[in-house]
């Protein structure tokens, strides 16, 4: 009974271990709101739920086109190109993937979109084409980066492109996992082990 007990422990553990590292990255797909019309722009020094707009200004879409999930989604450039940003709980030297959906606005500004997103030692560039798309099949595509904290908190940014002009690139469905470190995989292997053994030696002793 002590090793039943013993095995059943570790492998709690191990699948506990993800969720206690979790981050508390939230509002991903911006559905923390309330707003009901076409798209309504916030500027400088303005939140949207966790996120905070630190330059520019950005557009809460709404109606105007279809979003990648949920009913918002994001102009990363409402009057001129706007920037967000948000700081969330991290494990220094775990490694995080952070994975968003990414179209365009097609009313202008040029055919490809282009943002900037990243936490505060890397930023990466990404693009999306809006050839053949239109509010009704906007083309989301995935795209994704990953990072390793440096500190107990890290800050994850989004930023349009000035040449974009009013018309940005759009951002949803944004998600941030950590990447479970190899002692994680060993711990459950050993527990499952230890049980799977457990189990038939109490089917041989039947």
């Known amino acids: ?10 492998a709690a553990m191990a699948l506990l271990a993800p969720l206690a590292q979790a981050s508390t990255f939230t509002n991903g797909g911006f559905e923390d709101s309330s707003f009901s019309g076409t798209f309504k722009t916030y500027g400088e020094g303005t939140n949207l739920g966790a996120w ?7 557009d809460l ?43 365009g606005n097609t009313d202008g500004g040029g055919k490809v979109k282009t943002i900037f997103a990243g936490d505060a030692d ?5 693009t999306f084409n809006t050839t ?32 974009n002009k009013a018309y940005g690139a759009a951002i949803d469905n ?11 995989y060993g711990m459950l292997l050993a527990g499952l ?11 041989a002793a039947k």
């Open 193 to 203: 082990g230890l049980l799977g053994m457990i189990a038939r030696r109490k089917k």
């Open 61 to 103: 879409i709404n109606n105007y086109w279809t979003p990648s999930e949920g009913h918002y989604s994001l102009d990363l450039n409402g009057t001129s190109a706007g920037s967000i940003e948000q700081t969330f709980s991290t494990v220094a030297g775990r490694v995080y993937t952070v994975t968003f959906d990414m179209a």
């Open 52 to 58: 905070s707009v630190v330059s520019g200004s950005v």
């Open 1 to 10: 009974m002590r090793m039943i007990k013993s095995g059943i422990a570790i």
């Open 132 to 163: 053949g798309h239109s509010k009704g099949a906007m083309g989301w595509e995935t795209k994704s980066f990953s990072f390793t904290a440096v500190d107990s908190t890290s800050t994850l940014s989004f930023s349009g492109f000035a040449g």
């Open 122 to 126: 890397n930023t990466n560039t990404f």
């Open 174 to 184: 944004i998600t941030v996992s950590s990447v479970p470190e190899p002692e994680t």
